[in-house]
Every structure is written in structure tokens, then in C-alpha cells.
């Protein structure tokens, strides 16, 4: 049966100095209750140091967040490790709502949880009870806070992020998305919770992105995923933003093609 002390967060950060805010992450509690493990992508004159027994920094000079997941998933030394951010705050039972899951499905290499944002709603449409396996919609649906693993299970499977996804580099997000498919690919086990672990900022209107940036990223995760099938996740994301009046008929020809643009950019981006 996994224990509290069983589980790691594994936080990627820049530029920190101090602990504050960890502190912002666990209101609740005492962020040294925790086993933490922050990466910290920061410059020599800027250096995070712990002298707490439970919280082990790794003050990193390489750039881009699916590195700065790796590099945690590598050093990681406990039995369960949830991966998250560093604007994130915990909600108090979080640990028990993982304990649970994983003492309950012995089977299962992973979970998906949900969050909320700082209103209290769900930001996304998540399924309404317990998913033994997810569906390619859950694993596209995936955000990386709330995914919580075992590590041998990532480990033994040579499981990482891609890193020509996410923040710094070329396609800035799908990242998450595409290391739950590859871990199911692998023969991962991997479910779904309908826990809320954490609350989880919206962004801001000026950092959403813009439909032409959207379509072009997403191409390449569609390619990525689901290879020469890709088309059909572009066509079906067309209707869906056509029926949601995300965009509008004027626009399809336009998104269409930056699609193609975006997949082409991978393929070249990725030649050997």
C-alpha cells in the first residue's frame, strides 16, 4: 500500500531565488511536509539552494519545459511522482485522492486527474465517473498537472516527453498530450479520476492563443500521435470550432492550411 511519503512532486520553475512560491502552492500546509523535487531553468548567478530535508533542487541551464520534465523524471526517487507547475496551489486532500486511486487499481501505471481554475469551475469537460482506460479524446484533453505516474512504470518503458513540444520550443504546447500516448503505446496503463488535485490559473486574453498559432501547433501533435491520420483530428477540430463558433466558415481555407504548414514544419523539423 503506497504511503504518503511514497509520492514526489516534481515541479518545474524558472529563475527562482526563493521558496516563496512554494509557499503560494501549499496553503494548506507546510511545503517541507512534501517530497518535492524542483527544476529550476534558471542562469549561474541565479540559484535556487534547499536546506530542506524533503525539497531537492536541480538548478538547471538548459532551456524548455519537456526538459525540464525530463530532467525530473530522471532524478526522481520516489514510487509515485505528479508532475505540475509552479503557479499551481494544492488542495488540501490531494494526496489521499492519489493514494487512493493507485491503492485501489494496483494494475494501473497512471492517473489523470482534474483540476479547477480560481473560480472554483472545471476549465475543460471532464468525464463524470472513474475511466479504466482513456479514449484518444481524454489523452488529447490531457494538461500535465494532472497527470500523477508510478516512476518505475515511466522508467522501465523509457517513457519521456517529446521535446520538440512545449514552452521553448519551436510547437509551445501538445507535450503532455503526446507522452500519455506514447506511455499507452508502451503498454501503460493509464486512467482517469474525477478527484480535483489542484487549481490551475487561466490564462490571461493576451496569452491565448491565436486560432492560426492553435491550428498550426496542433497539426503537428495530430501528426505526431496519430501519423498519417492526422487530417482526419484537423478536420474533426474544424466542425468542432465551427459548431462552437470558435471561428467561422471565412477562416476554415486559411486554418486548413496552416495545418498542413504546421505538420510540414515538424516533418522538416524532425528530418534526420
Same mark, same amino acid.
Given at each position: 500500500?503506497?504511503?504518503?511519503?511514497?509520492?514526489?512532486?516534481?515541479?518545474? &520553475?524558472?529563475? +527562482?531565488?526563493?521558496?516563496?512560491?512554494?509557499?503560494?502552492?501549499?496553503? #494548506?500546509?507546510?511545503?517541507?511536509?512534501?517530497?518535492? %523535487?524542483?527544476?529550476?531553468?534558471?542562469?549561474?548567478?541565479?540559484?535556487?539552494?534547499?536546506?530542506?530535508?524533503?525539497?531537492?533542487?536541480?538548478?538547471?541551464?538548459?532551456?524548455?519545459?519537456?526538459?525540464? +520534465?525530463? !530532467?525530473?523524471?530522471?532524478?526522481?526517487?520516489?514510487?509515485?511522482?505528479? !508532475?505540475?507547475?509552479?503557479?499551481?496551489?494544492?488542495?488540501?486532500?490531494?494526496?489521499?485522492?492519489?493514494?487512493?486511486?493507485?491503492?485501489?487499481?494496483?494494475?494501473?501505471?497512471?492517473?489523470?486527474?482534474?483540476?479547477?481554475?480560481?473560480?472554483?469551475?472545471?476549465?475543460?469537460?471532464?468525464?463524470? +465517473? #472513474?475511466?479504466?482506460?482513456?479514449?484518444? /479524446?481524454?489523452?488529447?484533453?490531457?494538461?500535465?498537472?494532472?497527470?500523477?505516474?508510478?516512476?518505475?512504470?515511466?522508467?522501465?518503458?523509457?517513457?519521456?516527453?517529446?521535446?520538440?513540444?512545449?514552452?521553448?520550443?519551436? /510547437?509551445?504546447?501538445?507535450?503532455?498530450?503526446?507522452?500519455?500516448?506514447?506511455?499507452?503505446?508502451?503498454?501503460?496503463?493509464?486512467?482517469?479520476?474525477?478527484? &480535483?488535485? %489542484?487549481?490551475?490559473?487561466?490564462?490571461?486574453?493576451?496569452?491565448?492563443?491565436?486560432?492560426?498559432?492553435?491550428?498550426?501547433?496542433?497539426?503537428?501533435?495530430?501528426? +505526431?500521435?496519430?501519423?498519417?491520420?492526422?487530417? /482526419?483530428?484537423?478536420?474533426?477540430?474544424?466542425?468542432?470550432?465551427?459548431?462552437?463558433?470558435?471561428?467561422?466558415?471565412?477562416?476554415?481555407?486559411?486554418?486548413?492550411?496552416?495545418?498542413?504548414?504546421?505538420?510540414?514544419?515538424?516533418?522538416?523539423?524532425?528530418?534526420?
Amino acid at each position: 500500500m503506497y504511503q504518503k511519503s511514497d509520492i514526489q512532486i516534481l515541479i518545474a &520553475t524558472m529563475n +527562482r531565488t526563493s521558496f516563496d512560491f512554494l509557499k503560494a502552492m501549499f496553503l #494548506f500546509s507546510d511545503f517541507s511536509n512534501f517530497n518535492l %523535487l524542483v527544476i529550476n531553468q534558471t542562469t549561474p548567478d541565479k540559484l535556487l539552494q534547499s536546506d530542506f530535508e524533503n525539497v531537492e533542487v536541480i538548478n538547471s541551464f538548459d532551456k524548455g519545459l519537456s526538459k525540464s +520534465r525530463n !530532467l525530473a523524471l530522471q532524478m526522481a526517487s520516489k514510487d509515485l511522482v505528479i !508532475l505540475t507547475d509552479d503557479d499551481v496551489v494544492f488542495q488540501s486532500s490531494f494526496e489521499n485522492f492519489v493514494l487512493n486511486a493507485f491503492n485501489s487499481n494496483p494494475s494501473h501505471d497512471g492517473f489523470r486527474f482534474q483540476y479547477e481554475n480560481e473560480n472554483g469551475n472545471f476549465p475543460k469537460k471532464y468525464p463524470k +465517473r #472513474f475511466l479504466s482506460k482513456l479514449s484518444d /479524446f481524454e489523452i488529447l484533453n490531457s494538461s500535465s498537472v494532472e497527470l500523477v505516474f508510478k516512476k518505475d512504470s515511466i522508467k522501465s518503458k523509457g517513457v519521456l516527453f517529446d521535446e520538440n513540444f512545449g514552452l521553448g520550443s519551436t /510547437f509551445y504546447m501538445g507535450e503532455e498530450a503526446i507522452f500519455v500516448s506514447d506511455a499507452i503505446k508502451k503498454g501503460l496503463n493509464i486512467g482517469f479520476v474525477p478527484k &480535483t488535485i %489542484l487549481i490551475h490559473p487561466d490564462l490571461s486574453t493576451g496569452e491565448k492563443t491565436s486560432s492560426s498559432e492553435l491550428y498550426f501547433v496542433q497539426s503537428a501533435v495530430f501528426y +505526431r500521435i496519430f501519423g498519417k491520420m492526422y487530417l /482526419f483530428w484537423v478536420a474533426l477540430k474544424l466542425f468542432f470550432d465551427l459548431k462552437q463558433s470558435k471561428i467561422n466558415f471565412t477562416q476554415v481555407y486559411y486554418l486548413f492550411n496552416q495545418a498542413l504548414k504546421g505538420k510540414k514544419a515538424y516533418v522538416n523539423a524532425t528530418k534526420l
